[in-house]
């Protein structure tokens, strides 16, 4: 680098006694050592930097506009590097996720606690949006890593795609809904009444009828599932169900409680999975604060997925 801090130090004392020798006395070096480091600055740089009169040494226009935009640069590496040992560092890192609905509140809310439990001064910025804008932040690098539903991804070869989560689709309903009057449930029984659920991708929209119905409609533009009742966030869910006769779709440990206080009834299997993972781009590093952060995540879909098995013992 053809300005160092060293370099420009000196130069700025020189400037700032108007002597070598004095300048020389205050930064403890010889005189000749310090005449080298100017005039090797000055050759590097192809310029006079100082014009040495009579009575005192002084910056020629060119030495001015050094110790101007030098010191400017010097202090933007300076914060540069900073910025970089952050960033590098796990303790003060910073993170930025995009969640799709479901993966949110299965492992990726859970495990951002876990995380700032262990690293509170990580700066964490969390987004919940549907699988198609997960993706669009990934390419566009305005996130470390998405987690959102697979559909085609995994053939994408500019994607690291890794299966985070397999979880069992279930309807669920209010213990006195009508449905359970029935011996045997369907698809076509369990259309005939309005969902509440985040957007469905093409994949889990395929296996439902094209023509509307009061469980929802297909989005004709890209094939998404468009439930009756459409909400961002899989979160108490009981509430759209109780008294009502609307189904919530969600999964059996993300209704754990309500299952347990008898606030919802789950409706027999249909065979709907979701299958979402983590997305970023091959040639993104990630950071030691976002590998800590995949790490938590991995960790809370083991446990759900233990927590599923466990419950779908009980209720089938």
């Excluded at 993966?103 to 876990?114: C, D, L, N, Q, T």
């Excluded at 468009?226 to 108490?236: A, M």
Aim: proline residues 6%.
């Amino acid at each position: 680098m053809v300005i160092t801090e060293t370099r420009l130090t000196h130069l700025a004392s020189v400037i700032r006694h108007g002597h070598f020798g004095l300048s020389a006395a205050s930064l403890g070096i010889s005189q000749p050592a310090l005449s080298k480091s100017i005039q090797g600055l000055e050759a590097a740089l192809g310029v006079k930097l100082l014009d040495r009169q009579r009575e005192r040494v002084v910056p020629t226009t060119f030495g001015e506009i050094v110790m101007q935009y030098g010191a400017e640069m010097l202090n933007s590496q300076k914060e540069m590097l900073a910025n970089l040992r952050s960033l590098d560092d796990l303790d003060t890192g910073q993170v930025s996720v995009r969640f799709g609905p479901f993966p949110s509140v299965i492992s990726g809310y859970p495990a951002a606690g876990r995380l700032l439990a262990n690293h509170p001064n990580i700066k964490l910025s969390l987004e919940i949006r549907d699988w198609r804008e997960v993706l669009d932040a990934v390419i566009e690098n305005r996130v470390d890593f998405g987690v959102a539903e697979q559909n085609e991804l995994e053939t994408d070869t500019r994607f690291q795609f890794e299966v985070l989560g397999t979880h069992r689709a279930r309807l669920f309903c209010d213990p006195a809904h009508p449905i359970l009057r029935q011996s045997h449930i369907t698809l076509d029984d369990v259309l005939q009444y309005p969902w509440a659920s985040p957007r469905l991708p093409p994949r889990l929209g395929s296996v439902i009828p094209r023509d509307s119905c009061p469980a929802g409609s297909i989005d004709p533009l890209n094939g998404d599932f468009v439930p009756s009742v459409k909400i961002d966030l899989p979160i108490n869910l009981s509430s759209f169900t109780r008294g009502k006769s609307v189904l919530a779709l969600g999964s059996l440990a993300l209704l754990e409680e309500e299952l347990a206080a008898g606030a919802v009834v789950p409706l027999p299997s249909l065979g709907f999975y979701g299958r979402y993972g983590l997305l970023s781009l091959k040639t993104h590093a990630c950071s030691p604060a976002a590998l800590a952060f995949i790490a938590e995540i991995r960790a809370v879909e083991a446990e759900f997925v233990e927590r599923e098995e466990r419950l779908a013992a009980i209720y089938g």
